[in-house]
Structure formats: structure tokens, C-alpha cells
């Protein structure tokens, strides 16, 4: 296909495709000699040598977007309802109503931050929840100086958690009756590693920490844990990758391909565990909240309504009846969900406008699971077993959220 006739993304998108490539130049300057360390598998030299022909490719696809590709990009951000559509049924696997799931997005905003205000009051009665938030940063009941007893301190909850739920809400097998947590030095959020297939890797969960020996705030971590360990990503793609009897290699290692499915789960286990009541400090719960549930919220409201253009809703508080661009949805991040540093919220719009639909896959796939065990509850009456519901659930393997409706629903899952 000639390029002209193809539909690349907005220029705005190339442009932080660009921006990002230098942000940090020289990636390939001299850096120090420094010998191998002892069981080194790739020398130091083969490194450097990889990274240098990185930084020179990297700069060609720079120049290429920025002189090919950004002349021919359209200079509208919104990409409308039809193409937006496909990116929905790419990464979710979901029929939507974009208008009805556009209100109902806000709807869940409203909730979860009355939820905050409810929660903040029972740490701090009559003060705002921005300066409760700033409050708990500071407390030393919730902190831990250095990474080292941080990492223990993670790996004691992991340990307890996956203590109290095997056996009650779920049935762990052997392998996955331990998670592998450890600190990197650096900066980013906490992420996942499955267990490899001969499971001579555990599942990992990785902590990054730009100042490792500083004190670290802890009154965010176990919602995030809950959602990246047990019972969340942990348990699913752990329990996925040991599956060799219902599930082929492809089915096994396909989850990136559904992050409505993945990702829907990790939102839907902490969920499950403020049901269960594992947020009873409220601290705790308001860490979830804030840090996981908020900004998932403000995903879908954002997500659909940059490329739909929709108007913002009356009653919001927020620029009442303007239709969204990325200004707006960077002050919205900003101000209305309490989200920095600027470097982070530049990337957030960048995604949502260069990969429609991606963003929304947490909120949306929390939605059906959720949806899904209620009807499930409903079919089985007083039968309903929640651990027989997650077991089967989780069995399934991932795929697209129609389609785990439809399986988790079944009535001969009943039997």
C-alpha cells in the first residue's frame, strides 16, 4: 500500500513518539569500562555494542517520523466512533455502546471518589482528601526506610495473603503458593513476571525504587500487591501457564493479546479483597482507591471522549459542556484525579491517543468479571461456590470479554 493511502495516527502522536526518543539523547556515548560480573551470560562489551545500535536505529525511526510519516499524519487527535470501535475489538473483545459506557464511566468516578471522601474522613474528620493524601506520605506508620526491609516487608504480606486465600476463595497449586518479590533501582510502576514454563522462574513481582535507601510509603502498597500478586496477576497467569491439560502453548502465553481479560482481572481482585475485607485500615482503602480505582475510572471517561469528542457532562464540576482535547485531559489528570508528575501525565494522553480503546481495558474488563459472578451467582442460587467460580474462571484461559461472558455464564457451568 502506497503511503499516502494508508491512515497514519495524528501528529501529535508521532510528535511524542519523537519527543520520547529525546528525551534522553546519547544513549550510545562512552560509558566507564567495567569489568563482568562473576556469571555475567551476555559480556559487557556485547552490551554496549547493543545499545549503541539501538540509539543509531532509534534516531533513523526518529528522523523517519518526523520527515516521512508526520507530513502525511491528520492534525485531528480524535480518530471518531468507527475507528475507535476497532481498537475497542482489538483489545477488549467487546461490543460497546461508546455513549452509555461514556456515562457510565463518570458514574464510577462519582462513586469512587465519594468513596475517598468517606474513606478520608475516617483518617482525618473534616479535612480535604489532598491534604489526607500528603498526610499519609509523612506518616511513619506508614513508611519503611530502605529497600531491603521494604522487599522483606513485601514479601510478608505476599506470603500472608496467599496463606489466608488458598483453600477459602481459591485452590493454589504447589507452584503457586509463592511470589518472588524483589526491588529494582529505578523508577516506574511494580509489574508482574510470570512463572516460566519449566517454573525454574517463579512468578515476580518487580518494585522499582528510584532512592532505594530513603523512606518508602507503604499505605499504597497492598492494593497494588493484591492486584499484581495473589489473588490477581499472580494467580491468573500463573494458573494459565500451569494449564497444559484444557489450554495449548498459544492459549498459555497469549494474555498480552487480551488485556481486557488480564487487566480486567488484576482491577477485579482488589475489588474482591475490599469485599473480603482486607482494607479494614482505612488508609489502606484509600491508597486503592486513589491510586488504582481512580485513575482506571478516569480512563474510560477520558479514553472515549478525546476520540469521540464528547461533550463534558453538567454537574462534573469540570469545564461544564466543552468538548475534550488533550489540554483538558491533562488538567483533568492533573487537577481532578490528583496525577503527576507532568512527565506522566503527558504519557497518559499520548497513549490514549495512539492506541484507542487500550486504555479502557481495566474498568471495562473489571466490569464483566464482576458482571459475570453476579450472573453466575444468580444461576446457582444457594449452590454458588466462589472458589469453584474463580477455579473454572481462571481455567478458562484468557480471551475476549464477550466471549468470557458468555463462557462464565453458561448453563451448563451450573453442573
Known sequence: MAMSSCCPPPVQWWTSVVRARTREP???????????PPGARVPRAALDRAVAA???????????????LAPLAPELDALGEDRYQLGVREFLGIQLDLQETYAWGWEELARIQRDMVEAAARIAPG??????????DEDPRYQIKGAAAFRDWLQELADGTIADIDGTHFTLPAPLRRIDCRISVSEGPAVYLAP????????TIWWTRAAPDGL??????PGTMFHEGAPGHHLQLGTTALNTTTLNRFQ????????GHCEGWGLYAERLMDELGYFAD???RLGMLATGQLLRAARIVLDIGLHLRLPIPKGTGFHEGERWTPELGRTFLTEHCGLGPAGFVDFEIDRYLGRPGQAIASKLGEKVWLESREAARRRDGTDFDLKQFHQQALN????????LHTELTRADRAD
Open 196 to 203: 516460566s514454563e519449566d517454573l525454574s522462574r517463579p512468578g
Open 26 to 36: 546519547g544513549l550510545s556515548k562512552p560509558r566507564p569500562t567495567r569489568r563482568d
Open 216 to 221: 518508602i510509603p507503604t499505605w499504597t502498597v
Open 282 to 284: 482505612p488508609a489502606h
Open 396 to 403: 478458562l484461559g484468557p480471551m475476549g470479554l464477550d466471549l
Open 127 to 136: 479535612e480535604p482528601v489532598p491534604t489526607v493524601l500528603a498526610t499519609l
Open 54 to 68: 539501538a540509539d543509531v536505529a532509534l534516531t533513523r525511526f526518529a528522523g523517519y517520523l518526523t520527515k516521512k
Open 252 to 259: 498459555r502465553l497469549a494474555f498480552e493479546l487480551h488485556p
